[in-house]
């Protein structure tokens, strides 16, 4: 079992900058990844960014790939999105995810947060 702790969602500006800090439980074995997804109003679950657990290769949806950075602080098992430039089109529920290797070459089990809302709003 793995759990997942998010935070520093809220209500900013357009234009403004946030932050999100989501910490993972459990030991390092098997994990393949961690990363954000994000669901709008109305919308599908959608990923942001994602970062492999042993080579760190990142991966951003193009809507926020100059205006995000995904990092990681392998110590604290938590993974960071730094997020800037927000318009309203960021606005919506933003899940943290890690995918854990089954065991089975090429089969993975995600795990997600509970999920932290983000608002970009004057």
């Known amino acids: 079992q793995v759990d997942l702790v998010e935070s520093g969602g809220g209500l900013v500006h357009p234009g403004g900058s946030l932050r999100l800090s989501c910490t993972r439980s459990?030991?390092?074995?098997?994990?393949?990844?961690m990363g954000w997804f994000r669901q709008a109003p109305g919308k599908q679950r959608e990923l942001v960014a994602d970062?492999?657990?042993?080579?760190?290769?990142?991966d951003y949806a193009d809507a926020v790939k100059t205006r995000v950075t995904i990092t990681t602080d392998k110590t604290k098992h938590t993974v960071y999105l730094q997020m800037d430039r927000l318009t309203s089109e960021d606005t919506g529920v933003y899940f943290c995810?890690?995918?854990?290797?089954?065991?089975?070459?090429?089969?993975?089990?995600?795990?997600w947060g509970q999920g932290t809302q983000v608002t970009v709003s004057s």
């Open positions: 970062i492999t657990h042993i080579s760190s290769l990142r």
């Open positions: 995810n890690t995918r854990v290797s089954t065991g089975t070459w090429g089969n993975y089990k995600d795990y």
């Open positions: 459990g030991s390092d074995v098997g994990i393949h990844s």
